[in-house]
């Protein structure tokens, strides 16, 4: 027991060092626009900024920005898991397709995709749509090159022991390689959706449409300072929020691991 | 892995006299993207415009390329990517050495950076316009920003990657931090490190092409959304095709002389 509190204390220090050097350095930055170093036109001490939070949530319907950007995020993500798996399936399924293909997708996923979204605006109007379209775009590609890492890194065992069994492709395919390939799967849907949410909350803001990206984009153009930060904090805990509730999503579907 | 092997090594020899069926594949999906892409264009299913023909294009795409304000626009958004990318990751190199090298700092500060990593850099722009000014400072500053988290991650990961005998070697020589830094950490991690740039450079990319579409009056960013205003939507595909082949070309080229090609085959 001794051990383990020693072990608890040592453990403390680096979060308290952590939350401490951040409380430190918001006192420095009120200090010094209170000092009049900094300019308060510049940066909003964070005392008001800190103020401004029950303001934006009760006058700038922050529950009903964040609810449409979380279900904009939703439909995204169902079509990023719909596309993206099937299309890992596909692409492991037909090995010359995998061949010919792989290095496109792995391309597509390492490009920069949120810039066609003038595009979108043409196609799709300034929407929600545009905007899940989007988050579409940006989360399939590692879902689908996810997938695929995925089945085929399924054990030569495992799909040996189907075969010894006599299976069907079908049968081979849920009972083998999709169970094996669900952690793989998983970080997949994780990189899909955190992707689709970025350009999701990014989009809003470029085309002024929908949730919390809009929200920024107006408390800036109305040159309300303190406003302005506090939502771009509200936005940043929202969304470190998730990521985290993700992890943990996925952590709690993978026990094994 | 067996399976990404043996497909590598059927992929590496094509029959003598036929196209080998790989590469007959992806002609045959290019030709049929490319078929119906005009097909759709011809059949004026969709407005007018949004699915230019590809001579339309095409046509576009000469011109672009063959119009010096462009290269203006282009030299404009690399020099600002550029800088962000020395700011972005000489600052995202430091911090990634001093987490690497502590463990209490890692313990301390890295959950932050690693939440803070992935969300959406852009929101951070208006605040960026107050501080840096319209011109290209604040696009600087958010190529910058963007850049910085995944160096600093990536290189924080390759120090503690590094073979504990090399930092006993370099402490037997009683080498100081700077010898250490230069010796022993960067050509150990040379690996992570050309990641990070490489991540690193696309997330810079974005973030300072992004700014460039929400404000701005130069830059390859400024050029699409003045397309899009104009609705030239000809134009907006040449540069889009244009940006993508730059930003693909540029990932590739970073991977293959940092020879991740070569580690991930191995």
């Known amino acids: 027991m001794s051990r383990s509190t020693a072990l608890a204390k040592t453990g403390l220090l680096p979060a308290v060092l952590g939350i401490g050097s951040i409380a430190v350095l918001v006192a420095l930055v009120e200090a010094l626009i209170r000092l009049g170093l ?49 299309g890992g399936v596909l692409l492991h399924r037909f090995t010359l397709l995998r061949q010919a293909t792989e290095t496109w997708v792995a391309a597509i996923a390492a490009a920069p995709l949120v810039l066609i979204y003038p595009l979108y605006l043409v196609i799709f109007g300034r929407s929600a749509t545009t905007i899940v379209m989007m988050g579409f775009t940006a989360g399939v590609a590692p879902t689908v090159l996810k997938t695929l890492e995925g089945l085929s890194g399924t054990r030569r065992v495992l799909i040996d022991v189907g075969r010894s069994f006599n299976l069907t492709p079908a049968q081979q395919f849920w009972k083998i390689l999709l169970p094996s390939a669900l952690p793989t799967i998983f970080v997949g849907l994780r990189l899909g959706l955190i992707f689709a949410l970025i350009n999701i909350v990014g989009v809003e803001f470029l085309i002024n449409f929908g949730g919390l990206g809009q929200l920024i984009n107006e408390l800036s153009e109305r040159y309300d300072l303190a406003g302005t930060y506090a939502a771009i904090c509200f936005v940043v805990l929202v969304s470190v929020c998730v990521f985290v509730l993700m992890e943990r999503l996925e952590r709690w579907l993978r026990p094994g691991d | ?184 950490y960067l050509p150990a991690m040379r690996y992570p490190v050309i990641n990070g740039l490489r991540i690193g450079l696309g997330v810079a990319l974005i973030g300072t092409l992004l700014a460039e579409t929400k404000l701005s009056n130069r830059g390859i960013g400024f050029l699409v959304i003045q397309a899009y205003s104009l609705f030239d939507m000809p134009q907006m595909y040449s540069l889009l095709i244009v940006l993508f082949v730059i930003s693909i070309g540029a990932n590739a080229l970073i991977g293959r002389l940092g020879g991740l090609h070569d580690i991930k085959r191995s």
């Not at chain 1, 308060?40 to 934006?56: D, K, N």
């Not at chain 2, 001579?55 to 063959?66: C, E, P, V």
């Not at chain 2, 604040?138 to 988290?149: E, I, L, N, T, Y």
């Open chain 2, 1 to 184: 892995m067996a399976e990404a092997g043996r497909l590598t090594a059927t992929a590496g020899g094509p029959r003598r006299g036929f196209p080998h069926p790989v590469t007959a594949l992806r002609v045959g999906i290019i030709v049929a993207v490319l078929a119906t892409w005009e097909l759709v264009a011809a059949s004026g299913l969709l407005y007018r415009d949004v699915v230019p023909s590809l001579a339309a294009i095409a046509i576009a795409l000469y011109k672009t390329l063959s119009d010096s304000t462009f290269y203006f626009h282009l030299a404009a958004t690399g020099y600002e990517i550029g800088i962000a990318l020395v700011i972005g990751g000489l600052s995202g190199l430091a911090v990634g050495i001093a987490l690497g090298a502590s463990k209490l700092m890692a313990r301390a500060y890295e959950a932050y950076l690693y939440y803070l990593g992935p969300t959406p850099k852009i929101i951070f722009f208006p605040v960026m316009i107050m501080w840096f000014g319209v011109g290209a400072g604040s696009k600087v500053a958010m190529g910058a920003v963007s850049c910085f988290f995944p160096i600093a991650l990536n290189i924080a990961a390759g120090m503690r990657e590094i073979d504990p005998v090399l930092i006993r070697v370099g402490a037997s020589f009683r080498a100081n931090t700077w010898q250490m830094v230069t010796k022993i």
């Open chain 1, 38 to 86: 900094i300019n308060r036109f510049i940066v909003p001490m964070p005392s008001e900024i800190f103020l401004a939070f029950p303001r934006i949530v009760v006058e700038e319907n922050v529950l009903a920005r964040f609810t449409l950007t979380i279900s904009e995020a939703f439909s995204a993500s169902i079509l990023v898991a719909i596309f993206g798996i099937a």
